[in-house]
């Protein structure tokens, strides 16, 4: 007989529920509700590459960032171990359709090769990882990014990208924990009480590996910006308007030399 | 601060985080350190306890740890790959365009764009 301990000891570590660990009713809803979001992701994903061919080596780099970070099992706190997402990078730099495609991907190898997931709770993982995060990261990016608009940009991009990638971090454990609480409610206190201690266990592990996620996915986007400034010009990460202006000043400043 | 030294700080500590659990010993009064399991969540949640059967097996287990960690480290390693190969193309990309060199592919509007960057340079 297996118990609910059994259910977090096999789930919690890797953040994703493991095969066959949700009753089957859960198992489909969840599927039924994340396979809109990957097929519209899917849609995502070649429209995103045929608008912009040169994107298509940097689409492969946040999809390949999710893989990494994926497989980092990183010590915590709590004296347990967890992995981080890696999903915000690509949220903010290609909105969060294309990582709801991406971040399938990753689940799917760790399902298939690792037994880690399943492919019974691909759909609740996907929900959780490549739906719910990318989202959460997407919106606490343009939210940091306006409320410091007035700030430097190096500093209000690092804030915001900071902020992305740690709360969609953060917002995947707890969706697991949602979807766990829903599939085993506490006897007594029911889905709140099951969902805070969930949640309640996971945040220990998971608060620094988000702050970890958040740093590492910031010095991913200062190379970029230091790197390949305009493809994050042209996906609008980087203001859109002094880019055209600096290269218009500059224009006029070579006829001026020219002339 | 330069931007260098910002993103070494960064990284440092990320890496700081990530060593500090190890260092102050967060896991020593566990029976089994810094494993998957998550030894505190067992008395914490041993009121939900319920019977519950998984309905479905893996369809396929790493039949070892080491083979395990393997596949992780394939993992890993495909993904850090196929970034260096982004920057990799992109840096080279950038010092072709400023030393330069003109793709044979470009438009000539490009061509006249990429020619007078490199005289205001």
């Known amino acids: ?97 294309v990582m709801a495609a991406l971040g399938t991907i990753t689940l799917l190898f760790q399902a298939l090769l690792l037994a880690h997931g399943g492919l019974t709770t691909l759909g609740a993982n996907v929900f959780s990882m490549a739906v719910v ?25 690092g804030a915001a990208v900071f902020c992305a990638a740690a709360l969609g971090s953060l917002a995947t454990y707890t ?37 970890i996620e958040g740093l590492v996915t910031v010095v991913l986007v200062r190379l970029l910006c230091r790197v390949n400034p305009d493809q994050l010009r042209r996906l609008g990460v980087l203001p859109r308007r002094t880019a055209e202006a600096s290269s218009a000043d500059a224009a006029v400043a070579t006829e001026n030399k020219a002339g | 601060m330069p931007r260098t030294a910002t993103t070494w700080l960064l990284i440092a500590a990320a890496a700081l985080i990530a060593v500090l659990p190890l260092l102050i010993g967060s896991g020593s009064h566990l029976e089994e350190p810094f494993a998957g399991a998550d ?26 740890g080491e083979i395990e960690s393997g596949i992780f480290a394939l993992q890993a390693a495909i993904g850090a790959g196929i970034i260096g190969y982004y920057f ?9 365009a400023q030393e330069g060199a003109v793709p044979p592919e470009a438009a000539p509007t490009e061509t006249a764009e990429a020619d007078s960057g490199s005289t205001e340079r």
Do not use: N
């Open chain 1, 1 to 97: 007989m297996t118990t609910v301990h059994e259910v977090l000891e096999v789930g919690s570590p890797e953040m994703h529920i493991a095969e066959g660990y949700l009753p089957w009713q859960h198992a489909a809803a969840w599927t039924a509700a994340a396979a809109p979001f990957v097929a519209h992701g899917v849609r995502s994903l070649t429209q995103a590459v045929r608008a912009d061919p040169d994107a298509k080596l940097l689409v492969g780099a946040a999809g390949a960032f999710c893989f990494v970070l994926s497989a980092l099992k990183i010590p915590s706190v709590s004296g347990s171990c967890s992995h981080p997402t890696g999903t915000g990078l690509g949220a903010l730099l290609f909105r969060p359709p």
């Open chain 1, 133 to 157: 995060g990318p989202w959460v990261a997407y919106g606490a990016y343009r939210l940091v990014r306006a409320a410091t608009a007035s700030a430097g940009e190096q500093t209000s991009l």
């Open chain 1, 175 to 211: 969706m697991t924990s949602v979807q766990l609480a829903l599939a085993f409610p506490d006897s007594a206190s029911g889905f709140l009480g099951s969902f805070t201690k969930f949640a309640g266990i996971f945040s220990v592990t998971q608060i620094p590996l988000a702050v």
């Open chain 2, 39 to 64: 030894a505190q969540a067992r008395g914490a949640v041993a009121e939900i306890d319920r019977g519950y059967e998984p309905w479905f097996t893996a369809v396929y287990e790493p039949p070892s």
């Open chain 2, 88 to 96: 990799g193309v992109v840096r080279t990309r950038s010092r072709l």
